[in-house]
């Protein structure tokens, strides 16, 4: 079993940045593949980023150049970065990890941008 605890959420204003973190602990041997999703309201859930290896990146094409994702493994966390943000990067975010074929979600957090 992996646990994921995120933090950092908030509410900011149009421009500003927010830094989320996701703790992981459990069973965190073995995890290849972390990443952030969001879920706006009345919207489906979507990828906003994921770190494979601790180092191959992948981004959603609306935040390119914005956000940046790592990961400190000795830690067992990953981070996401948000910069330049938007009123329409509102929404609750999701931490996943990946492991063995099995998709496991924190709680989420809230973030807020304000025009």
């Known amino acids: 079993q992996v646990q994921l605890v995120e933090s950092g959420g908030g509410v900011v204003q149009a421009g500003g940045s927010l830094r989320l973190s996701c703790q992981a602990s459990g069973s965190t041997f073995s995890i290849n593949l972390m990443g952030w999703y969001r879920q706006a309201p009345g919207k489906q859930r979507e990828l906003v980023a994921t770190?494979?290896?601790?180092?191959?990146?992948n981004y959603a094409d609306s935040v390119k150049g914005r956000f940046t994702i790592s990961r400190d493994n000795a830690e067992s966390t990953v981070y996401l970065q948000m910069n330049s943000l938007k009123p329409e990067d509102t929404a609750v975010y999701f931490c996943?990890?990946?492991?063995?074929?099995?998709?496991?979600w924190g709680q989420g957090t809230q973030v807020t941008v304000s025009s």
């Open positions: 996943n990890a990946q492991k063995w074929g099995i998709d496991y």
């Open positions: 770190i494979f290896s601790g180092s191959i990146t």
